[in-house]
């Protein structure tokens, strides 16, 4: 008996010498866990505000998980030793209670020890200003992006009946604003008619069609992303959402979507009926519907099924595959799908995905915005071609390097029904989330500073867009900021940029060609990286004739004036554009304090016209930029006042020429 005694103990020693060694760090992680929490606890103890510093920031991922690591190290010890004392006196109910709880904190330990850990300054740790590819556009590589924290509601809980897709969380008019505005400077028109007409007219020459604008009839699709949209998180009787863990997942708001059928519809002139929405592989909430079926009735909303009772069309099937997966299924276990008939039928697509981290492919943007466009019942025939398709931490790789393997958002992005049709990339950035599934987050990162990120952006570059947005986010989801939901830190996560903007960078034995026509993919856009976080400079920024160009818009330029000048209070400025001469006029009704400034797309002032106070009557302002003091370019005029007690303010977007 004696002998068995001491058989079951050493057993219960081999068993803890396996955890504590499968726990075991790696000399230099444990040496860089150790010199991190150290220099974590000189700087910050003695004055706690350190801790926001990027170097501060950079470390404490390190530094709490050495702490981790050490208590869960520490309590496997103790546990197994209160074992093996209860064991030896025979109490076996509780020495089997200690097991259980050393082995579990062992587990925890083990995993936690083994997690994969993303490089928090990979954001900066690439080539930046490095463009490759073809530029594409009106401006070649130009991607806007308009921030306003007026967008949103600041206050917003994502609890249930506060979610942040409902208008109540939504300024309506700035958003309108906002999409006004990106379209405007995309495409250097100074009106939203003719900055579609110039789209439009991109679209078809580029397509072989000759320069034509919108023509009545032709049909166009709103592709929206509705990933809760799924069975058990909405009522059957009206595809109201249910109270559950997925009710505030991140998508394209409806409020984005409102301002993008205004502009089809009133500005456009298309057809209510020839305009589809919706996510077809999903179905559209009531509360979506809701916002958009009050304004525009006639519009095709789309659902995966046959609700027409609710006032949703049911999207149809194509009768064959039209999608070739150039992998030839050596990678996924598939080899083409089917689309939905809507992507044959329309003219022309606009994709308006969210801005998003995603476990499996790091960002989930326009190009993966088209998981939802075959006609499968899910996805997950797709994530072999993702950088990590099980979720798990086990990046894709290939002989040592995550670039240059198959991606199957090439063949997405570059088949002829569907990046072939979308005629401009709008990306919601309101309620940017971290994860395809999970709520909205307030971003860390400048200028957002613990707020939603009121962004819109927007492009005819499906590289160059991309590229941008994933600078954002790879940017803000780092293990500092948002601990566990740094995707985007993932090796590879930018290798379908890569192979869309340049074919050298495709995989050896890969052909892109996702018709299967013998047709291989060209250069879909440009890609490359910013300078650093703080400017945000691509090529074209900094004077290159290449690469990608940000014209960054801050919310001073658009937010929501404190009161607008009356309609007989009007602000002109005439010519628009202008090249030597521009005279300005407006009226007052009464004395006020002027001050009259020209600001560049930067938000920054760069001439100041007028400061003084004026009395009542028509009042002219001509400037003279003959003498080259600005050069070419896209300004805002600021128009403010205060009369009294009341303050007023305008804006007017001005463009110089050559």
């Not at 991190?36 to 801790?51: D, E, G, H, Y």
């Not at 991922?61 to 093996?84: H, I, N, Q, R």
């Not at 990933?227 to 997942?249: C, E, H, I, M, P």
């Not at 992998?327 to 022309?348: I, P, R, T």
């Amino acid at each position: 008996m004696k002998f068995h005694h001491f058989s079951l103990a050493d057993s219960l020693k081999k068993a803890q010498n396996w955890l504590l060694k499968k726990s075991t760090l790696k000399p230099v992680l444990f040496l860089a866990g150790l010199l991190a929490t150290l220099w974590f606890l000189v700087r910050v103890i003695p004055k706690p505000s350190r801790a926001g510093y990027p170097c501060m920031r950079a470390a404490a991922p390190l530094a709490s998980g050495f702490v981790l690591y050490l208590m869960g190290l520490f309590s496997t010890t103790v546990l197994f030793k209160m074992s093996k004392k209860y064991y030896l006196k025979s109490r076996h109910f509780m020495a089997s209670l200690f097991l259980l709880a050393a082995i579990c904190a062992g587990i925890v330990t083990t995993l936690t020890a083994d997690k994969p850990a993303y490089a928090n300054n990979l954001a900066f740790s690439q080539p930046v200003n490095a463009p490759m590819g073809t530029a594409k556009g009106i401006y070649p590589g130009r991607v806007v992006w308009i921030h306003n924290p007026d967008a949103t509601n600041e206050n917003c809980t994502n609890k249930y009946g506060d979610g942040w897709f409902l208008n109540k969380n939504n300024n309506q008019d700035t958003i309108d604003r906002m999409v006004s505005l990106a379209i405007q400077l995309l495409t250097g028109e100074n009106t939203d008619r003719k900055s579609w007409d110039a789209l439009f007219r991109y679209y078809n020459e580029n397509h072989g069609y000759g320069s034509l604008g919108y023509t009545a009839r032709e049909k166009i699709l709103i592709k929206t992303n509705a990933t809760s949209g799924w069975g058990g998180n909405f009522k059957t009787t009206d595809l109201s959402k249910v109270n559950n863990q997925y009710y505030a997942v991140a998508e394209t708001s409806p409020q984005m979507v409102l301002s993008v059928l205004r502009q089809l519809v009133n500005v456009v002139g298309v057809a209510q009926a020839d305009i589809y929405v919706g996510d077809p592989m999903k179905h559209i909430y009531k509360h979506c519907y809701d916002i958009w079926h009050s304004e525009f009735p006639d519009v095709n909303y789309l659902d995966h099924d046959d609700y027409r009772r609710l006032g949703r069309v049911q999207a149809a099937q194509s009768s064959d595959p039209l999608i070739f997966y150039s992998d030839k299924g050596s990678v996924m276990n598939v080899q083409s799908d089917k689309l939905y008939k809507v992507f044959e039928d329309v003219s022309y697509i606009i994709n308006l995905p969210a801005l998003k981290g995603h476990a499996r492919a790091g960002i989930t943007l326009f190009a993966k915005n088209h998981f939802g466009s075959h006609c499968r019942n899910d996805a997950f025939h797709l994530h072999n071609g993702l950088v990590d398709p099980n979720e798990s931490g086990n990046i894709r790789s290939l002989n040592g390097s995550y670039y240059g393997l198959y991606r199957v958002q090439v063949d997405l992005m570059g088949h002829e029904l569907l990046c072939g049709k979308e005629l401009v990339y709008l990306l919601d950035g309101l309620w940017a989330g971290s994860e395809a599934i999970d709520p909205p987050t307030k971003w860390e990162s400048a200028p957002f500073n613990s707020d939603w990120t009121s962004s819109v952006f927007a492009s005819q570059d499906p590289v160059a867009i991309e590229s941008v947005a994933f600078d954002f986010l790879r940017t803000e989801y780092t293990a500092a900021n948002h601990p566990g939901l740094d995707y985007p830190q993932m090796n590879g996560v930018d290798d379908y940029l890569h192979q869309a903007a340049d074919a050298a960078n495709w995989p050896v034995g890969i052909t892109y060609d996702p018709e299967n026509d013998g047709t291989p993919l060209g250069s879909l856009g440009v890609h490359e990286h910013w300078n650093n976080a703080v400017n945000k400079q691509y090529s074209r920024n900094l004077g290159m004739n290449k690469g990608i160009e940000l014209i960054q818009i801050p919310g001073t330029v658009v937010s929501e004036p404190v009161i607008h000048l009356k309609p007989d209070l009007s602000f002109t400025a005439y010519p628009n554009p202008f090249r030597d001469m521009l005279a300005l006029s407006f009226q007052l009704d009464k004395p006020a304090e002027i001050n009259l400034a020209v600001y560049n797309i930067e938000g920054k002032m760069v001439k100041s016209l007028k400061n003084e106070l004026l009395q009542a009557g028509n009042h002219q302002v001509h400037w003279s930029s003959a003498s080259g003091d600005l050069p070419p370019g896209t300004y805002f005029l600021r128009l403010s006042g205060k009369q009294g007690s009341q303050s007023f303010y305008e804006s007017k977007k001005i463009q110089k020429i050559k």
